[in-house]
């Protein structure tokens, strides 16, 4: 089970006729997961599949049971005060301007005794097979520190999700925390396109600023690929989830 899969199961789709958003839903691998759900569980009447871009997957644009909604996730969350009966969100606080303010708005949306699952990657927790482990802890020190990528981040984001909800709640949005859970899937691929290899590309453009550390950065990324055609490689990153229950 992977993390899209995770985050859809923790959303509890219990009940028939849910109206569901993923928030910052990208190409909608998370929205892929939410109708399709575990067994036992109802997939959603509806899912507003939100984001600031249109990255959704045609086949999902085409789909009646998908709204895709695009908007700046810095403003008011384009719902109806208690609209929503469950929120989910991965990979996304950390790009936002105020995440607590984001948070607040998720809680509006929410109807009393709706779930949100906030879930984010701590990228400092990244960690992948190498025959040079100082250099190693050095990039990744370096890649969560800079987080290269478009608009804000924050690479220690997974630990910080427990916080945002408790500044939220001294705004005025109330949340009941239900479940902290984390997990660290194994990735043993590196071709490119593959998880490891996005974040591996991530860690060597941190390292563009420093010509020495640019070059050692560069092999590094070449001895990876030889460690995976060998079979030896392993990647993985600990995602944090949170389950709030709006009070």
């Not at 989830?241 to 709006?246: F, Q, S």
């Amino acid at each position: 089970m992977g993390r899209h899969e995770r985050v859809a199961e923790l959303a509890r789709l219990d009940a028939e006729g849910l109206v569901v958003a993923d928030v910052g839903c990208g190409s909608g691998r998370t929205v892929r997961a939410l109708l399709d759900p575990p067994p036992g569980a109802h997939p959603p009447r509806l899912v507003h599949a939100l984001d600031h871009v249109s990255a959704l997957d045609d086949d999902l644009l085409a789909d009646a049971r998908v709204r895709s909604r695009i908007t700046d996730l810095d403003s008011p969350l384009p719902w109806r005060d208690g609209e929503l009966d469950r929120v989910v969100s991965l990979n996304t606080a950390e790009h936002l301007g105020d995440p607590v303010a984001h948070l607040a708005e998720v809680h509006r949306v929410l109807r009393p005794g709706g779930l949100c699952v906030l879930a984010h990657s701590d990228w400092d927790t990244a960690l992948f097979t190498s025959t040079d482990d100082q250099l190693t802890r050095t990039l990744v020190d370096r890649f969560t520190a800079a987080a290269p990528g478009p608009g804000r981040s924050d690479g220690f984001m997974g630990r910080k999700l427990l916080a945002l909800a408790a500044s939220a709640a001294r705004r005025g949005a109330g949340w009941s925390v239900e479940t902290a859970t984390s997990w660290a899937d194994p990735h043993r691929r590196f071709d490119d396109g593959s998880l490891a290899w996005k974040v591996a590309t991530g860690v060597l453009a941190a390292s563009q600023d420093d010509p020495v550390l640019a070059a050692r950065a560069s092999g590094w990324m070449e001895e990876l690929r030889a460690l995976a055609a060998a079979g030896q490689f392993l990647f993985t990153v600990t995602d944090v989830a949170v389950v709030l229950r709006r009070d």
